[in-house]
Nanobody, 117 residues
Framework: QVQLVESGGGLVQPGGSLRLSCAAS????????MAWYLQAPGKQRELVAT???????HYADSVKGRFTISRDNAKNTVYLQMNSLKPEDTAVYYC???????????WGQGTQVTVSS
């Protein structure tokens, strides 16, 4: 059973930073493309950033230059470093895993990020 467990969310002031972590278990982590999505209240879930098993990254325009996605295959963990946070970044952030061959998808339970003064 594949499990994704996010951590690192919380309340931060505008301009501040947070680092989200997503630990995977029950699978071979290096066989997955990993991503972070966010879902703001009343809105659809949207892509924030992706990282392939080879380390290639892609970012939504809204977070380019502020957020950095990375992965540590030895620790089965993907990270999202969020800098220069804005109130509009407030959302629940979800970890996502997509197997590179079977295309089976898994989601984490989400972690709340609130940017407010």
């Amino acid at each position: 059973q594949v499990q994704l467990v996010e951590s690192g969310g919380g309340l931060v002031q505008p301009g501040g930073s947070l680092r989200l972590s997503c630990a995977a278990s029950g699978t071979i982590f290096s066989l997955y493309t990993m991503a972070w999505y966010l879902q703001a209240p009343g809105k659809q879930r949207e892509l924030v950033a992706t990282i392939t098993n080879g380390g290639s990254t892609h970012y939504a325009d809204s977070v380019k230059g502020r957020f950095t996605i990375s992965r540590d295959n030895a620790k089965n963990t993907v990270y999202l470093q969020m800098n220069s946070l804005k109130p509009e970044d407030t959302a629940v952030y979800y970890c996502y895993a997509n197997h590179i061959i079977t295309k089976v998808v898994y989601w984490g339970q989400g972690t709340q990020v609130t940017v407010s003064s």
